[in-house]
């Protein structure tokens, strides 16, 4: 099995400057996706920070990530999980409210990891660490030393 493994993609960085938008396009639909189609990939893993900022989302960039990320995967039956990275929590104190689930839920090929835990990824045993702050740090800590 093969498995496609992206992280710190910040859709809207520099402040939602449309000027990256191109780039971010021709990477996606002249690079990755068709890297993914020749090597028979269907299973992503997202390492965390899905967008630039953490409290908001230009409409403009929710439309463009959905377009040549969002819409790609699922038209391509690519499995998807999203460990929750620092950008993608509103509050630094919590991982409960953050962009992810709040934009992208409505993909039903789109798994998303709030909270350390041990699990299975695409049939392989994993610690998932998603952004570790004070309210999941005694448990973040308990699983690393005993996994």
């Not at 993609?9 to 990477?27: A, C, I, L, Q, S």
């Not at 996706?33 to 409290?55: N, T």
């Not at 908001?56 to 960039?61: K, M, Q």
Request: glycine share 4%; proline share 6%.
């Amino acid at each position: 099995m093969k498995v496609a493994i992206l992280a710190d993609t910040h859709f809207g960085v520099r402040n939602d400057m449309p000027v990256f938008y191109p780039f971010f396009e021709k990477f996606y639909s002249d690079l990755f996706f068709p890297e993914l189609k020749k090597r028979g990939i269907k299973q992503l893993i997202h390492l965390g920070d899905v967008c630039d900022r953490r409290r908001y989302i230009n409409f403009n960039t929710l439309s463009h990530v959905r377009k040549v990320f969002f819409d790609p995967l699922r038209e391509n039956g690519i499995e998807t999980k999203i460990i929750i990275g620092n950008h993608d929590i509103y509050w630094r104190t919590t991982n409960e409210l953050n962009s992810p689930n709040e934009l992208f839920r409505m993909y039903e090929n789109v798994e998303l990891f709030t909270e350390p835990e041990e699990t299975k990824l695409f049939g392989l045993p994993c610690l998932v660490l998603p952004w570790i702050n004070p309210t999941n740090y005694e448990s973040a800590m308990e699983l690393i030393q005993s996994t």
